[in-house]
């Protein structure tokens, strides 16, 4: 059965601090995606990877890095959280082509 | 022009009705058009997904209609129940080859019994 799989489901952290999303699949996909959704905004692409060690900028990458040391780990980090990062995170993957399987989501608070 | 317009946010019907979700684009290099299904606490998960080639793609109760000259494309839900409840998101990509989605804004459906 396909799984993506993520660190917390809540998370409540202060201004100013570093933020580590973890994302794990277990499907051996190629590529792996952090997406925000935000009520009437949609999900919207941070980043993604299409390879371990390879990223590329999604539509708002601002204030956020990731890292793919591994095939099936994908992190998020938010170098410096601040309020309007505030969100639901949601990480995917997906083989080369074909369908985005997604995890839960992280509900992540910032005050 | 790498936006996808999706309508209504909201939507309200009753038990057996046929909600209609609508999804509008402007890039024509959009190929491929998912609609994904989401309930609440949940990650969304694909639910039926269309190709310009084809006018309409049926799986079960859930229809794509296409409409590649107006580019535009929607989602029927035919004799709705109440598990259908759910936020819908349409979706686009320019081909597969690095399989970046772009997202609708969402519609909050609500199936009253």
């Known amino acids: 059965d396909v799984k993506v799989t993520q660190s917390s489901r809540y998370l409540v952290k202060r201004t100013g601090e570093k933020v580590f999303l973890e994302c794990v699949q277990d499907?051996?996909?190629?590529?792996m995606f952090w997406y925000r959704q935000d009520p009437g905004l949609g999900l919207r692409l941070i980043y993604f990877s299409y390879d371990v060690k390879m990223k590329e900028k999604g539509d708002i990458p601002e204030g956020y890095s990731v890292s793919r040391e591994k095939k099936e780990r994908f992190s998020l980090i938010l170098e410096s959280a601040s309020t309007n990062q505030t969100s639901m995170y949601l990480c995917?993957?997906?083989?080369?082509?074909?369908?985005?399987?997604f995890g839960p989501g992280t509900r992540l608070t910032v005050t | 022009q790498q936006q996808v317009k999706q309508s209504p946010q909201s939507l309200i019907v009753q038990k057996g009705g046929i909600p209609i979700i609508n999804c509008a684009y402007e890039n024509t290099a959009f190929d491929y058009f998912p609609w994904y299904q989401q309930f609440p606490g949940k990650g969304p998960a694909l639910l039926i997904a269309?190709?310009?080639?084809?006018s309409e793609k049926k799986e079960g109760r859930f229809t794509i209609s296409f409409n590649k000259s107006a580019k535009q494309f929607s989602l029927h839900i035919m004799d709705s129940q109440p598990g259908d409840s759910a936020t819908y998101f349409c979706a686009a990509s320019i081909g597969q080859a690095t399989n970046k989605l772009i997202f609708g804004t969402g519609t909050l459906l609500a199936v009253q019994p």
């Open positions: 499907m051996d996909h190629e590529n």
């Open positions: 269309i190709r310009p080639d084809v």
């Open positions: 995917a993957s997906s083989l080369i082509t074909g369908e985005q399987y």
